[in-house]
Each structure stands twice: as C-alpha cells, then as structure tokens.
C-alpha cells in the first residue's frame, strides 16, 4: 500500500527521520536550506516563501502542494514562524493537512512570553523570577545578574542589538543597571517586546530539556530527556552540540505539567540546573518538532515517525521511554568555532573537549548512510566560494 507523504517544513536533520523510518516525504524550505531535498525518503522539494516576511503567499503556496496531492497530508513545522502561520490558518492548512496543536491559549503562550508568564502564575509553574518590561519602571530594583529574553524571536537574530553583538545569542546577560539601561535603550527603539529573568547561574551544559509527543486525547506516544554540551557562541548561542540523557525528575515534572495543559501535539520543554540548590528550573514550551528529533531518532524513539503514525490513523501502542545516552550530535564547523574561542579563554582543554564528545557521533549534515545530502552541501559551498572571489576581483 502507498505511504501518504508527510510535509516537511524544516531541515535535512527532520527529513532524515523520516528516510530513517522509510517514509516518503515532501520537503519544504523557508529558510533557502536544500539539504532536506536531497535525504532518500523526500519525493520532491520547495522552496517557498519564510512566513516570517509573508504569512499569506507561504500559506497559499502549501494549499496549491496539499491540493495537488489529494489532502490528508501530515503537517510538520519547527520554527516559531512556521508554527504562528499553522496556528493563524489552522482552519484553512486542515482542507488539506493532518496535525495537531495543543489548546489556543497554551500555543499562544509559548509564542509570546508575556503571555507565556501570566500562564505560569496560573499554574504555578517552577520557572525563576519573571517580569514583562513594562513592569520594569526602575533597572536599579532588579536582582542582578537578570536576562532580557523577546517574547518572539522571530525577528530577534536581524535585531540592531543581536547585530551589533556579531553573534547569533538567544538572549542577552545583564550585570547591572547601567548594562540593562543601554540594552533597553537599543532594543525599545525597534519596538521588540521582551521580558526580563532572573538569571539561573550555570554554563549552556546545564540547559536541559525534555521531548514527547501527545495524541488527541492528550496522552504521551513517547517522551526522552536532552541535554546541551555546548552552543555557539558559547554564551547563550545555537546549540553545536547535543546527547541524550536519562533524568527521571524532569520527565515527571514535565508529564504532570502537560497533563495539567491537557496537551496536544509535540513538545520541548527547556529548563535550567541551577547546580548549587538542584533545582531544576522551567524556562519554555516549544510546541513544534525540532532538530532534536534526529538525536532522538537515532537513539531508539523517532517522534516524527510516530507523530506520522498517529495522524495516519495508527495505532498508539505503549509509551516509549527506551532510548541510548552515549550518542552525541556534532553541528561541525560550528563546534570547532566555539571550541576555539573557549581554549582562547582557559575554559576547555583540547583532551576534555575531545573527552566531551566521546561515544557515538552524528552530525548536522554527513551522514554515510544518506550522502547525497552530503555531495550537495559540498557543492554548493564551493560555489558559495566561487561567487564570493569573483564579487572580489
């Protein structure tokens, strides 16, 4: 029997969850990445418009795809703006497309962290010590150090201020009043609305997460626990570096706090160690799949794969919590960058670093039981290259 294609708005790490459990898939990239059209399993690839600059003409352009392949097609998403255009047009994708979103309010939330906080009063959820910015009338009464974190980062990394760092950070470490008053300064003059942390101390290695999918009847399909080596640059940056760990306190903390939602769909959750009290803390929910899905499929649980399953009609079976802890996922160049900049400053040995990748290895891109991805990226750096000397000379 013909497998329906899944509809993948993402990268080669997500396509490869699905040529990893043999399922055809329609790659789509919003973002000019053609990796994922090259993995085994997609059937064909477009690159549509990044519904971040236009909503509408992305939208139109998934109807015409969905149209054309007869409807029932499995949506998957995995990124913020990707998953606010499925949340506006959910009426409308569903003529065509198959998914799952938890209750309006919870998905709201975790697209807008000032909503996302009165959402933690509510449920008295373990999260430190949060205000919106406009709650901040005087920066000298805030318990330093403290994080400005936006309630979107969908135009956050082409901010002013993220472009004058030179690096692509999440958020933004503040020491004192005067720090915070020149970042306000920055940040309000593009008018991005942000909310202000107290900063749990730690390194990016204490950042944790947790990863599950949820039927319609709001019941976990699987669920494993991750944590970060490093990420660059490696204050605050994009994760480089990945593995999976077992940790039984944030898988149920996380199942009481979803059961609690009555959630639908897939999930991170990302928390903090705070290392000196063992607390763990909540920081944000992520309802949308994620590069950490390719860890996880090689690891023993492919939640694209079952999440497919799930709205193909298939049957549930038991929850799975099986999966190894001595794979880690290397970004590549990278992890190099970053590894150099923390040698440059005594906080890493070239033997701990290679120590910290020990085990099993996978990687953001080669992979020599899918290289055709591998062959194309090759080329199309070398003629990223060539334009480049030639816009020189």
Same mark, same amino acid.
């Given at each position: 029997?013909? !497998? ?18 043999? $399922? ?18 997609? $059937?064909?690839?477009? %690159? ?14 998934? /109807? ?10 499995? *949506? ?6 990707? @998953? ?6 959910? &009426?409308? @994708? ?16 975790? /697209? ?55 690096? &692509?950070?999440?958020? *933004? ?16 003059? =593009? ?50 570096? *990945?593995? *999976? ?5 944030? %898988? ?15 999930? !991170? ?5 705070? =290392? ?19 860890? #996880?499929?090689?690891?023993? $649980? ?8 799930? /709205? ?23 992890? @190099?960058?970053?590894? +150099?900049?923390? !040698?440059? +400053? ?5 033997? =701990?670093? @290679? ?21 194309? %990226? ?6 990223? #290259? ?8």
């Amino acid at each position: 029997m013909k !497998k329906t294609p899944a509809v993948v708005l993402g990268n080669l790490m997500m396509g490869r969850c699905f040529t990893l459990a043999d $399922i055809p898939y329609i790659g789509i990239t919003t973002k000019n990445d053609k990796r994922l059209f090259y993995s085994k399993s997609c $059937i064909e690839g477009h %690159a549509l418009e990044n519904p971040a600059k236009d909503e509408r003409r992305t939208v139109e352009a998934l /109807l015409e795809i969905g149209k054309r392949h007869g409807g029932g097609l499995p *949506l998957f998403y995995t990124n913020d703006a990707q @998953l606010k255009m499925v949340n506006n047009h959910a &009426q409308e @994708l569903k003529e065509y497309f198959t998914f799952l979103l938890p209750e309006k309010r919870v998905l709201d939330s975790s /697209l807008d962290k000032h909503l996302f906080n009165d959402m933690v009063k509510e449920y008295d959820l373990p999260v430190p010590p949060t205000f919106h910015k406009d709650e901040v009338t005087d920066a000298g009464t805030l318990d330093y150090p403290v994080i400005i974190k936006p309630t979107s980062r969908i135009h956050w990394f082409n901010s002013r201020v993220i472009r004058e760092l030179g690096a &692509q950070q999440k958020i *933004l470490l503040v020491n004192n009043a005067g720090e915070f008053d020149a970042y306000r300064r920055k940040i309000d003059s =593009e008018d991005i609305d942000y909310i202000v942390q107290k900063y749990v101390p730690g390194t990016e290695a204490q950042i944790l997460s947790f990863h599950a999918f949820f039927d319609d009847k709001a019941r976990p399909l699987a669920y494993y626990c991750g944590r970060k080596i490093r990420t660059y640059p490696n204050d605050y940056g994009l994760s480089c570096s *990945l593995t *999976l760990i077992k940790h039984p306190e944030m %898988a149920r903390m996380s199942l009481d706090v979803l059961s609690r939602l009555n959630f639908k769909g897939p999930i !991170k959750i990302d928390y903090k160690l705070d =290392e000196a009290s063992g607390r763990l803390y909540l920081l944000e929910l992520n309802p949308r799949y994620n590069m950490w899905h390719y860890i #996880g499929a090689r690891a023993g $649980i492919n939640l694209p794969a079952l999440a497919y399953s799930h /709205l193909t009609g298939g049957e549930s079976g038991d929850v799975k919590t099986e999966y190894e802890t001595d794979i880690t996922w290397i970004s590549g160049f990278q992890e @190099l960058l970053t590894f +150099r900049d923390m !040698k440059k +400053r005594g906080l890493i040995t070239t033997g =701990e670093w @290679l120590a910290s990748l020990s085990g099993k290895r996978i990687y953001q891109t080669f992979a020599p039981d899918d290289l055709k991805p591998v062959v194309y %990226a090759a080329i199309d750096t070398f003629k990223g #290259g060539l334009r480049k000397i030639k816009k020189l000379f």
